[in-house]
Structures are given as structure tokens and as C-alpha cells.
């Protein structure tokens, strides 16, 4: 069995020392950082020019930790969409009676001083100059506000504050607690005769927490230096100010009266005297009879494109079903493969009488080439396609030739749209600027209204001239023919062509469906009708009762296939 060397009296001795080393040790004092601020002290002075004078002197419940930051927020919300906004200078800091370089940077709405505070037992002294925080109210006073506390790195056990002042005030308050709702101080006071400099007690304080100081002095005691910076917001950018609402009002009004102005002077069509110049007449040839008498060759094509100033589909298709009644051209249905089968239709060149306009030269030559073989209807868009922009160019150079327009109608309308774009682009750069840069959007978007107004109404801006409206109201009367004049009083065995004669005018003018009606009454017999109609043929066993459904379907395909182009 193995013994401890030396007598029981040392080995007691050696006991008693370790005893003592294991209580003793881990209570002897070791250097460490604090981690509260044991005291932040300020001595503030306000100056008579608004601006506040701090030096904050903090000493730490130990040794100061390596760096100590101070965030200070340099803007504050005020009523009515703006902030203020302050600056600090002169930033100077001490750690134990030694000059230290400070690190100053600005983040956002913050300037963020972090000190090189080295560990240095000695307290920390941080002096600056800010200006901006003497505000004017609106009695006239002055009141000086600034957060003495915020943004500190650290807790703070205790704060305390004197501010120096050049006059007696009138008012001292002191908030204190979490920076977006601070509640009030432990003590403030001052503003006495016997007391005149604002004194401030608070504490402790969380890390970030603020103490705010407020003093309110007299009109003219203390200079206001407020620096006042506005905000934008969509309220301010568009505001209803009475000043941006009545000048967008009268933006409107302006710019509305002066399209208005334009269209009387050159949009409008020219005053026809009550003149009327008949387009075509049922003129009376025996008892009871009369025959359909175009005047002056105006054809439904120029007549659809006066009327609504624009060259359609319906003009297109018109003027196809005209060329086929004055012989030019024979619509062939040709027979279904079953009930429900697709219609189709031929259409064959012919030896017409009569002269042709250069836009009905062009179509024919399009849809049934001279010495071709006869074309299908589904064939137009592509044979139509490739000439629809020549035919609409000769068609509309055709009513300014003969007089009607001073200007082709799509002409004018490009005008005016290239000129209301133009205007919607500046309108919408200047309520851009307008909203970034001032409170006026409501008159940037009162422009872009009236631009609006020159790009869509610009479109009616075609005028007619005093011939043309003379033939408007010639077609006036024939329109009223065409929905009222008798359809059985045409002259006897010549009926299926003179009705014919009629059709295309109805197509664009109106009436359509009763003439076409009194096609089918015509045939008074039961024998089928498949080549009675020159210019419609239809299967062996096809009758004039048949004629409203199948030339609807044409009229469907024709129109459909030009609008498919």
C-alpha cells in the first residue's frame, strides 16, 4: 500500500493552500468592458442664431468597451407630407483626455459616429454643433427639439442635462423612452428666474433609446434655422389644392374649347346652303310604275365612303355586288356536298357596258382576272389583301376628285392622330415632371385628357365640302326612298333587274332586306330560278325564295373573309 511523503504536518499545510486557491481564485478581480453606460452627461448651450451646442460626456461601469457608436437621426416627419431635416458639425471626440479620430459616415437618414473608444478607462466625450432643430410655430415662438440621447450602442444607467439659454422661455418638456413613441422623463425643470437653464433627469435607458428635450422660447428670442425638405407622396404629386385643382380645370376647359374652335373652323363640313344633289331617283314611267334612275354615275362604293367618311368592308363588298348587276362580274353558288356543308361561291369575269372608276378596275382585276379562271370566294383574302390598300387609296382620291372632300379623309385622321400622339407623349413627360418635381400632376393629367380628346375625336375631323354635303343630303332623300318607296310599283317584266339595280344601294344606305324581299316576290311561277338573275347563279334546283339566305351568306363570307385578311 503506497504512503504521501513527508509528515502529516505538511501534507496539512499543502491541503490548506489549495483550499485557498480554489476559493480565492475566481473572485480576484480581472479588467473587463462595461457593457451599460454607468453616466451620459450633456452640457448643451442654445444659441440666438437656433443652433444647440452638445457635449456628452460618458463614463462606463467599468473599462470602456473597444468602439462605442452613436446613430443621430437627421430627419423627422412633419405634418403635411414633409420633414425636417438637421445637420450635425464640428463632431469632435475625447476618450481619457486624448484627441481620437471618429469614424462619421452617413447611412440613410442617420449620421453614425462610431469611436475609437480603445478600451481606455477614462470617460468618453463626444461634442457637435447641430442646426436645424430651432423650428418656427405658428404663434410666431421658436422651439429648439433634439434628441440629447439616441442611438447609443449601449444601455444608459443614468442621463442627466443642462442646456445654457439666451433668454428666459416658455416652455421645457422632456420625452424619453423607444424612439417611435416615447413617453415622458423622470424630471425636467428650469425656466425660473432663480432657475433659467433647462435641467433633464432620466434613466435607465435600453439600448437605442431616446431622450428628447424640448424648449420653446418667445418670438424674435431665438432665430429658427429649420431646414424643411418635402416629401413626395401621390396626394402631394396630384394634389386638389384649390390652385393645382382650378388650373387643371381650366386646362380642360381651354383645351376643350380649342378643339372645338378647330372642328367649327376645319373639321366641320361646309354649310350647303339647303342645296341637294340627287344620287339616283325612282322616276315615274307609266301608272303606277317607276324606274330606278342613277344620276351622274355615283356609285355605292363613293356613296358608302361619303357617308361615313371611311372606305369598309361594306363599301368592298357593295361595290362587288354592283359590279356583278351592271355585268361585269356573276356571282356562281355552287352546290353543297351535304346539308351542312360550307357554301362556296365562283366569280366570273364578264363584259360589262359601262365605263369603270380606277378603284373598280382595280378590284375586278383582282378577284376575277381578265381571261382567268373564275375564283373562288375563299380565295379574297388573299387576291383582296394584295390590292385593298390600292383600292382604298383610289376610292379615296376618287371623292376628293370629284369634289367632295377638300382632302382625303384618311389623311386628315393620320394628321390629327400623328398630332394627338404627339401631344399624349409631351402631356404624359410634362405630368411626370409635374408629379416628381412639384404638386401639379392633376394638370399633367388634365393635358394628357385633352390629348386624348385630339387623338380619338381628331378621327372625326374630315370635313365634307359644300358639294359633298349637297350629295349628303340627296342621299338623305334616297335613303328615305329606299326604306319607304313601294317595291312592287317597278315597271312590269323588267322587275328582277331593275330590283337589282336597287340592291346595292340598300346595302349601304339601308333597306336592304325589303328589296331583297321583292326579289323573291317577283317570281310568280314554280319553276327554278338557278339563272334568272344575271349576275347570280345558283344550282338546278335553286329558287328566288332561296335568294335571301344564300346572298346573306355571301354578303357573311365576303365580309368576313375581308375582315380575316
Not at 98 to 108: A, I, K, L, M
Not at 149 to 159: D, E
Not at 189 to 212: L, S
Not at 525 to 540: I, K, M, R
Request: charged share 15%.
Amino acid at each position: 500500500m503506497s504512503r504521501l511523503p513527508g509528515s502529516p504536518l505538511t501534507r496539512l499545510l499543502a491541503g490548506l493552500l489549495v483550499l485557498v486557491a480554489v476559493v480565492a481564485g475566481p473572485s480576484a478581480p480581472r479588467a473587463h468592458a462595461a457593457e451599460i453606460v454607468d453616466r451620459y452627461a450633456v452640457q448643451g448651450a442654445i444659441n440666438s442664431d437656433g443652433s444647440l451646442a452638445v457635449t456628452a460626456t460618458i463614463t462606463f461601469d467599468g473599462t470602456a468597451p473597444a468602439t462605442l457608436v452613436q446613430k443621430f437621426a437627421t430627419t423627422r416627419t412633419a405634418i403635411g407630407d414633409r420633414e425636417y431635416v438637421f445637420q450635425l458639425n464640428d463632431i469632435a471626440v475625447t476618450v481619457g483626455g486624448q484627441s481620437v479620430n471618429p469614424t462619421v459616415t452617413n447611412e440613410g437618414a442617420q449620421t453614425v459616429v462610431t469611436m475609437p473608444t480603445q478600451a481606455a478607462a477614462g470617460p468618453v466625450v463626444l461634442s457637435y454643433v447641430v442646426t436645424g432643430a430651432a423650428i418656427k410655430e405658428a404663434s410666431g415662438e421658436t422651439s429648439v427639439a433634439w434628441r440629447l440621447l439616441q442611438g447609443l450602442s449601449l444601455p444608459v444607467k443614468q442621463f442627466t442635462a443642462t442646456l445654457t439659454v439666451p433668454t428666459m422661455i416658455d416652455l421645457v418638456q422632456c420625452n424619453a423612452g423607444p424612439p417611435v413613441s416615447p413617453g415622458v422623463c423622470t424630471f425636467w425643470g428650469g425656466g425660473t428666474h432663480d432657475n433659467p437653464n433647462p435641467t433633464f433627469t432620466d434613466g435607465p435607458r435600453g439600448a437605442g433609446e431616446v431622450v428628447e428635450a424640448v424648449v420653446r422660447f418667445p418670438a424674435g428670442a431665438v432665430t429658427p434655422n429649420e431646414q424643411v425638405r418635402e416629401l413626395w407622396t401621390l396626394g402631394r404629386a396630384f394634389s386638389t389644392e384649390p390652385l393645382q385643382l382650378w388650373l387643371a380645370l381650366l386646362a380642360l376647359l381651354l383645351g376643350g374649347l380649342a378643339f372645338w374652335v378647330l372642328h367649327r373652323r376645319i373639321g366641320r363640313d361646309a354649310a350647303g346652303g339647303g342645296e341637294q344633289t340627287l344620287v339616283a331617283e325612282f322616276y315615274p314611267v307609266g301608272s303606277g310604275e317607276a324606274e330606278f334612275r342613277v344620276l351622274d354615275g355615283v356609285r355605292p362604293g363613293q356613296v358608302g365612303t361619303l357617308v361615313d367618311e371611311r372606305v369598309d368592308p361594306v363599301d368592298v363588298t357593295a361595290t362587288l355586288i354592283d359590279l356583278a348587276v351592271r355585268g361585269h362580274l356573276r356571282f356562281t353558288e355552287l352546290p353543297k356536298s351535304s346539308a351542312y356543308a360550307q357554301g362556296e361561291w365562283t366569280l366570273t369575269r364578264l363584259d360589262g357596258g359601262d365605263a369603270l372608276r380606277p378603284y373598280e378596275q382595280t378590284l375586278l382585276d383582282a378577284v376575277a382576272p381578265e381571261g382567268g379562271q373564275p375564283a373562288p370566294v375563299s380565295s379574297l383574302p388573299a387576291v383582296v389583301g394584295s390590292v385593298v390598300g390600292e383600292v382604298q387609296d383610289q376610292l379615296y382620291d376618287d371623292v376628293v376628285q370629284l369634289g367632295w372632300f377638300a382632302q382625303r379623309p384618311d389623311q386628315t385622321r393620320t394628321t390629327w392622330f400623328k398630332a394627338g400622339l404627339g401631344f399624349f407623349v409631351v402631356a404624359v413627360l410634362a405630368t411626370v415632371l409635374l408629379a416628381a418635381f412639384t404638386g401639379f400632376g392633376l394638370l399633367g393629367l388634365a393635358l394628357i385628357v385633352v390629348s386624348l380628346l385630339v387623338v380619338f375625336l381628331g378621327q372625326e375631323m374630315p370635313a365634307r365640302s359644300a358639294k359633298g354635303v349637297a350629295l349628303m343630303s340627296g342621299l338623305g332623300l334616297l335613303r328615305a326612298q329606299l326604306l319607304g318607296h313601294p317595291t312592287d310599283q317597278l315597271p312590269k317584266g323588267r322587275e328582277l333587274a331593275e330590283l337589282s339595280a336597287v340592291l346595292p344601294y340598300a346595302v349601304v344606305l339601308g333597306g336592304y332586306e325589303r328589296w331583297l324581299q321583292a326579289l323573291v316576290d317577283a317570281d310568280t311561277d314554280d319553276h327554278a330560278d338557278s339563272t334568272d338573275l344575271d349576275w347570280y347563279h345558283a344550282p338546278d334546283d335553286w329558287h328566288l325564295a332561296d335568294l335571301p339566305a344564300s346572298l346573306n351568306r355571301l354578303i357573311t363570307t365576303i365580309q368576313g373573309k375581308l375582315f380575316a385578311r
